[in-house]
């Protein structure tokens, strides 16, 4: 293991740093030519929150369990003092299914005052897998910045002997450095892939493959002479959530052989519903017991978002007769494009920052 100096707060110095790296922009040297020192090399800031990257075995506990401190990954990165400046902040260190909406929101806002730094190149944000992409395509909505949000994970413990987590934000780093990626928004690095945030999606429990974008390959990828992009996403944009926003409470439901709608009433029963996601079968149909049950959510003027279970494709009102496509949009129900659930969960408490109108809402998912 290397020393890795991190550094903390230091400024400026690295735009001509930058200017040899984008001179090997073609393919993005991963080593810094002789003569840069240290002050002149790009400034990254680690946004360290927990999981696997993080985790080491807990014996007492009998599994893995996040302990490494942000600094302490930045320091398992091999040559790293040779690639880029780095700070630290410590956001959480949880397993990211302990990720909430506050906590997506103190991300965003902390990625949002590094980027606005002129001397930061870029953030990267250490994140669980299981709901990477999540506050990934949040953060991709929010920070609005040209500068890169890179978000990297591991599927390997920090404790074991084939750790993936060290590679994986040296490449992480690597990307957020790359002049190639500004304009690209917020990018998932692993296993020497880049993706898009709204497209990218676990497809593997434990594979280090694991990130995909299914039926859209990768951006690009990160080889040995560096960051190679092959193409860019279109499908982005930008929504304005205030840091001290209160997120709303949006709840997923799923479609099912037999499907009664009794999930349904009873989150409605609860009050204080601000939106449903369904995950509907196929392009975007229902249990007709279940529709029944959506019809009620809709009278209550509740925002009620349509995707499907099919892992590609969008949803679309095709079909006729009551918990089709076609009655869904006739009770003001919104089709989501081609966002799974989770995803479309982040772009509805994001638009109902805005407004709650099913047309305006259609309007946000159709961008
Ligand atoms: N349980 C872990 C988490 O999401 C899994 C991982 O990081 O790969 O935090």
Known sequence: MSETRVHRRERGGWAAAWMVLAGLAAGLGSSIPAGVAAQDLPTVVILSTGGTIASVYDDAAG???????????VQAVPGLDTIARVEVVQVANVASTNMTPALWLAVSAAARDMLA???????VVTH??????????????????????????????????????????????????????????????????IHAAREVTKTHTLNVDTFKSPGFGALGFVEPDGVRYYRAPLRRQHLEVAPGARLGRVEIVTNYAGADGRVVRGVLAQGGLDGLVVEASGVGNLASDLFDALEEVRAAGIPVVITTRVHTGRTLPLYAGRGSGVTLREIGCVFADNLPPHKARVLLLAALQRTSDPAEIQAIFAR
Do not use: H, W
């Not at 893995?64 to 600094?71: N, R």
């Not at 730094?117 to 953030?123: N, Q, T, Y």
């Not at 490449?171 to 957020?176: E, G, H, K, N």
């Open 117 to 123: 730094r002129p001397d930061v190149a870029g953030v």
């Open 63 to 73: 599994g893995f369990a996040p302990a490494l401190t942000g600094e302490q990954l």
């Open 128 to 193: 669980g897998t299981d709901t990477l992409e999540e506050t990934a395509y949040f953060l991709d909505l929010t920070v609005g910045s040209d500068k890169p949000a890179i978000v990297v994970g591991a599927q390997r413990a920090a404790s074991e002997p084939d750790a993936d987590g060290p590679g994986n934000l040296r490449d992480a780093i690597l990307t957020a450095i790359a002049p190639a990626s500004r304009g690209m928004g917020t990018l998932v690095v692993l296993n020497g892939e």
